[in-house]
């Protein structure tokens, strides 16, 4: 069953999908639409969500004590242990459920784990791959908005070069972060029998149906949203969507899936457009402009994603229905 | 948030033993720019509902279909992201035209 706007709208009027009103999210983050989106398709497709949550900007703005913005069984957790903690909940309730103990056994469950950034590429890496390696049935959505931006913008594993953030500023001697972003798809991949997928906001079908499909996988799911963060990437508070956009159509986030070693590309772009309008549309990498080696390390950036775009048009053509296992 | 309570009131770890207490939580008041919403114009796209990151966006269901009622100002942030992801709402509209309008909180009473 594909979801469609106008069927979740009706499902949804009087009710909240798992992550209610009230957050202290910024204004215009794309982070409570990705929580929202993902909950929304499980809920609406039977399943009853329980999640956890790793430190970063989506767990301290909804769970401010005495408040908190999640109508879900929901686990608080620290920053690098939120793939084992869901792992935990999981085998629990395998447990249980083979001695009879869960009062309701027809509901079915989804086991969500969301992490920021920090909190997956850098942090959370080792529980997550172990939790994904023992086969536990959960998805995880990594919101990546490119930086710890819950203490204020520090680099992190996600910071793309030239980037302007408080631990690399871009100067008279650096040009802001200098390594490439790391590419956790393919991390996330090399594991054995996993869904990893990279979805965005901006492409709300595309979103709902590779959260049903990662509900539906036997065994682990990895999902990586593109979480644009109004405030430290220097945008207006409305183009959380447009920046997204501009993502797809240049390439810096190519739509894909990987399942089992088959790759897929589900948004497939005729022509990419020159990263260098992704890279003006935003405020943080004004400063790189300003350099006079900008057109370089920017034509690096170009290079590296013409290269990926095309990497993966020919995985997808070598492992068209060729599963590993 | 009513009264504060004392560490002796509160539950033991500081549990929170209700779900969603965040909705008694105002964040309208960070708001500067409002959305005001024109029904002549709306098409009922559900994108606005789609979009708001703070759920502020109120619908009901009119026979079977979605209807846009609304915003919530209670929760609406002013982010403006309604208005940019409404199809009726773009730039090149002139703003009699428009769905959503996006208008400064000082030209306001309440």
């Known amino acids: 069953m594909a979801l469609n706007i106008m069927q979740l709208a009706t499902m949804f009027a009087d009710k909240n999908p798992g992550i209610t009103q009230g957050h202290r999210l910024c204004p215009g983050c794309a982070a409570p639409n990705v929580a929202k989106f993902a909950l929304m398709t499980a809920e609406s497709l039977g399943y009853t969500p329980v999640v956890g949550l790793a430190t970063g900007c989506l767990e301290v ?83 990546d908005n490119e930086g710890y931006m819950n203490t204020g913008n520090q680099r992190s594993g996600a910071t793309p070069p030239g980037s302007q953030t408080t631990t690399q500023p871009v100067g008279k001697k650096l040009p802001g972060k200098i390594q490439l972003k790391k590419n956790i798809v393919e991390i996330m991949a090399g594991h054995e029998n996993v869904y990893v997928a990279t979805v965005s906001t901006s492409e709300p079908m595309d979103f709902f149906k590779k959260i049903e499909k990662a509900l539906q996988f036997d065994g682990p799911a990895f999902i990586a949203a593109f979480s644009p963060c109004v405030r430290f990437w220097r945008v207006n508070d409305d183009k959380a969507v447009d920046i997204s956009k501009l993502a797809i159509e240049t390439g810096y986030w190519p739509l894909y899936e990987v399942e089992r070693g088959v790759y897929r590309i589900t948004k497939k772009v005729k022509e990419l457009k020159p990263v260098k309008e992704f890279i003006e549309a935003q405020g943080r990498f004004r400063n790189l402009l300003k350099r006079p080696d900008a057109d370089e390390i920017i034509g690096e950036l170009q290079e590296y994603i013409t290269r990926r775009w095309e990497r993966l048009h020919i995985l997808e053509e070598a492992t068209k229905d060729k599963p590993i296992r | 948030m009513a009264d504060l309570k004392g560490w002796k009131e509160l539950a033991i770890g500081g549990v929170i033993d209700k779900p969603s207490t965040a909705k008694e939580y105002q964040t309208g008041t960070w708001r500067v720019i409002r959305p005001v919403y024109k029904p002549e114009n709306c098409i ?67």
Request: glycine share 8%; with cysteine; proline share 5%.
């Open chain 1, 61 to 143: 703005s909804t769970t401010i004590f005495p408040y908190t913005a999640w109508n879900v069984p929901y686990i608080h957790n620290a920053f690098e242990n939120v793939a084992a903690t869901i792992s935990g909940v999981e085998t629990a309730y395998r447990a249980l459920a083979k001695r009879g103990r869960i009062v309701d056994p027809d509901k079915k469950y989804a086991f969500f784990a969301f992490g920021g950034d920090g909190g997956t590429y850098d942090i959370g890496l080792q529980s997550l791959s172990g939790a994904v390696e023992r086969g536990h049935k959960f998805i995880y959505i990594v919101y």
């Open chain 2, 44 to 110: 009922n796209c559900m994108f606005c509902w789609l979009y708001c990151p703070d759920q502020a966006v109120e619908i009901e269901v009119v026979d079977g279909k979605p209807k846009m009622k609304g915003f919530n100002y209670y929760y609406c942030k002013g982010c403006g992201l309604c208005a940019n992801v409404c199809p009726k709402s773009n730039d090149k509209l002139p703003e009699e035209k428009r769905a959503i309008v996006m208008k400064p909180e000082t030209e306001f009473q309440d």
